[in-house]
């Protein structure tokens, strides 16, 4: 059969493909005898099929007639003819396009590993990688298979040899990609992967005249895979510029829309989707110890970093610089340096004002971040007052996180930073309790505070309500912790000359009733620690408060007032301090009448407070969360120490039930512990 009788056999298209079977297994035959006598006809042969197997419906009588696999049959051994290899590759990549039964034969003939290893032929390669393209896409039996024959470990071979540097192309780009995805690749372990992948996908994109997306995508795309795996992770980042190589490959991947000149919808949304990876695996890096050893606050990294943070054209590398740099801030001496040295908190302030246009809307993603990033900010105490002078405690920033109703995420999280804020800090317990917008109204006087507790009456989330009432906590253990008690209301003087004890005395007590009279709702936030029943440390942490309340007059008076405002406060007080259920109650949130005649005490029967064991020397006392065996007799003692003051202080100001109650516990001693 003569070459041209091949070419008119081919142009008779089958009608099915039984019978252009048939026909195809006599030029079997032929070839079957060709190559026996050895023939260089086989290789005219051979250029026939080639070009005859470019017809679709031709594809599958290839398969069943075994020409398919004689031609494979021609890849094995190390001495292959270049040309007739050549025409035998063109023949199985036609025979397999979109074609899964043919795919099938080539795995069951074992020739993957040869198919796999021509990417080393220097001459058969560029035939190769549209083959082993055709074999693998949309069909993962060949992706395993061509997986388990390291194909991986070729590719990098492949981009690494400066002889080849010209000669890849994009389907050996997206092959990366399709192996990548396998089960077995992180076991198999190529450990420069992710590396080699990255820096040829910069390489590709900085390329002014030959520009690909295709290839840019696949190449990250393989990267950002192998990347998702911790042993990936830990060679990449001993591998010298690897943060360096992947910021630059981050930066493109924002900046595509512009270099790839993208106007396809699908190229948007698929660019889209590998920025989101892009953002994801940076968290995953930056959260490893070695990027903290790798990433020196005054290094050049930062920098890159830095610019990126203030970089507000891009939102998408602000996010990314927030995920990084607040994993540097995981220790109180990089938070200090990033806040006090490189006044990291501007450009986090920034981003948490209102747009410049009422038509523009924060990004959610951004401001999370940022919020998250000042979070870690704040945890220093040295720190906590340099962001409150900054501003972000203002009308224009952390309160307007407060009023995103419809974004409770955004809520928690600002009201976390607020709350971070105010621990143990009197000038931001100042700056929440001053006027948001000054005014000689009392009743008029909108402070942050009163923003807090906004939130707190109409919140449905439960985190949400618990961050505004610790936060409230925090103002008032501030408050009674300054001395004279109240003085963190006070402004810091500006003379080098204190004012006189007893005039700041005065003052305080002046500013801290003002301060209650400004804010009536107080009560009901903070007493929220104490009526929820899911987190017992946080009603450890309101009886410390009240305990330490309790220890001046003017904070006796404050709490006996919240006693009225609250009263089903009381049993769960008696129950802390018993560590069980006060007789007679059904329920420890129930509403206690007040006047019950079965609980009146008698005339003059308040017992001695000081012939209870130990109560002269207790002192409130803040629970450590870690040592919740400890949390119940600490939660007696404060307990104690607040009734004990409550009744020494201002036992007229307390409801009636109360004084019974709190009498009943002194005198009677119920729980052993007490």
Known sequence: MTPDQIQVLFKDIPENEELGTQTLQQIFDVAQELKEAGSPDLQILAASIAIGSREVLWRIPLGKSGLLDFFLELLKGDNLDPDLTAFALRIIGNTCADKDENRQRVIDSGRLPELVGLLYHHTLLQFAIPVLYNICVDYEPAQIAVSKANLTKAIIDFLINPELQDRASAYLYKLAGLVAAQDIEPNLFVPQAPHVLLSRATLEASNPESTDLDSFVGLSTAALTYLSHQNFQESFLETPDSIKVFLAAFQIVIEAPRIFETEDAEERAQLNQLQATYTQTLADLSGNPLFVSLCPLDGPLVDYLLRWLSSSQHVQLQT?????????????????????????????????????????????????????????????????????????????????????????QIQFDGVSLARLLLVNCAPNVRRVCLPLTPTTDTQEQRTPLHELMELHRKADQDPIKMETARAVANICRVLYSS????????????????????????????????????????????????????????????????????????????????????????????????????????????????NTPEEEEEPGSTPDLSALSGLGQLEPQQVDSAQAATMAKVDRENGLVLIAELLKRCPDELPTLAINKFRRVLKTGWGANC
């Open 320 to 408: 990314a610089a927030c995920l990084a740099l607040g994993n540097l801030a995981r220790s109180d001496a990089s938070s200090i340096a990033l806040v006090q040295n490189l006044s990291i908190h501007k450009p986090l302030i920034a981003i948490l004002s209102p747009p410049d246009s009422d038509s523009s809307t924060p990004d959610l993603q951004l401001l999370h971040s940022a919020l998250s990033f000042l979070k870690n900010l704040s945890i220093p105490p040295s720190n906590k007052s340099v962001l409150g002078s900054a501003g972000i405690l203002g009308a224009a920033m952390l309160p307007q996180t407060w009023a995103m109703d419809t974004q409770p």
């Open 483 to 594: 001395m004279p008690v109240g003085s963190a209301l006070l402004p810091a003087s500006d003379t080098a000359t204190p004012l006189p004890e007893e005039e700041t005395a005065s003052l305080s007590l002046s500013a801290i009733d003002k301060f209650y009279a400004v804010h009536p709702a107080l009560a009901d936030t903070l007493l929220y620690l104490g009526l929820q029943t899911k987190f017992p440390v946080l009603r450890s942490e309101l009886w410390f408060v009240l305990a330490l309340m309790a220890r001046s007059s003017s904070g006796a008076s404050v709490v006996a007032r919240f006693l009225h405002q609250r009263p089903e406060i009381v049993n769960v007080l008696v129950e802390a301090v018993n560590g069980e259920k006060a007789p007679g109650t059904q329920d420890q949130d129930a509403i206690v009448q007040e």
